[in-house]
């Protein structure tokens, strides 16, 4: 095996072994974990912005988000009501399981009952590394283009829920919502596709219901089924 | 010098001695190179589409598309008229200088007034490696939010040209050009910025002078400025 890809190989596998550990932290505090993963720009913040707005009340919620630089994602998030742990991973394409651990090691974990762990926005290299998540959110954007699921396949492939943001926008970008339900099918068949706009508010409803389901099985099973 | 850093050393060391041999070769040729960098669904493809359609009565043009899967970039290229080398890079983030070592060979560089390289969509990783350009281009677009230049700083740092593309939603956006541009000079004071649309051609002619002036540059110094 070339030095190269043995090398590769083995920080996968430390990768792994943090991430089963924080996957058994996780379910020993009962807490529902989401890791989301988008392009520059889709909307990961608006959503978990919106999300803490509506689900506040009812439950309690952190975040890890991960930047190459600046915190003003963070800074959004915690306006919007989200405890939030910031991780700079300075060059940093993805967030690994290492930057996760010591981020959770600053938050109550056993007083949570959802974390999100916002990745870098990239659509390549977060795919690749496992966060101890129960739960992979794609989250894709109308102004993207709808053959995303055809061209990055690897990453929508290992998703659990593929949130369509910016419907607001379908008809001035020229987006078919046919044709990139019928990439994502392509790719699998029973992925959860939910179409919303968190500038508008449409669909939202049914993205927090998601959550929702996702805490509520995490209450009946704590670890992770996949 | 821990083992994996030492490793993306001499992986970068390599590509280093690779690119500085195309960019010899580019030289001997006398074909300017430009190399395209963005977020997916930023509008790469839509941008060279346009150049292809406007400028090829007028230059001798080609593309070297990097693509993680599919063809169906290098289809639009084609069928616009731009002959394109396709390197589908399996799982690969970014373009490194011996693919598109090896896709040039399959092109007649010394035919050529112009070789664009359409980089992987990704914001992060493809700015680490040299492909023998003479200029990089980031293209950005108005729905990714106008903050990108500061949270993606080491990309839009490394550009000569920073083309901002879907100026047409910049209102149904609310994409501030005054925010980008700010966040753009706090960065590079110098940095040219490109403000266009490729759906309504708006912008488009100072895009298409950007790449005349840099053929012209090549005739005159082949070789690389900086």
Redesign the interface.
Known sequence: MP??IR?EKQ?LLENDRLAARLAERFAEAGVFVANLMS???AGKTSLLEETSRRLGGELRMAAVNG????D??AARLRKAGLPTELVNTG?G?HLNARQVTDAAANLDLDALDVLFIEN??????PA?FDLGEHRRVVVS?T???D??P?????VFHSADCVVLN?M??VE??GFSTEAFRAWVRGLRPDLVILELSCRTGEGLDAWLDWVRRGVAEVRERPGRSK
């Open positions: 030095k190269k090398l920080v392009s520059p720009g930047d190459l630089a600046t003003r994602d060059g394409c870098v926005g990239n659509l390549v290299c690749g954007s102004p993207e283009g053959d995303k055809a061209k990055y396949p690897v910016k607001d926008l001035v970008t």
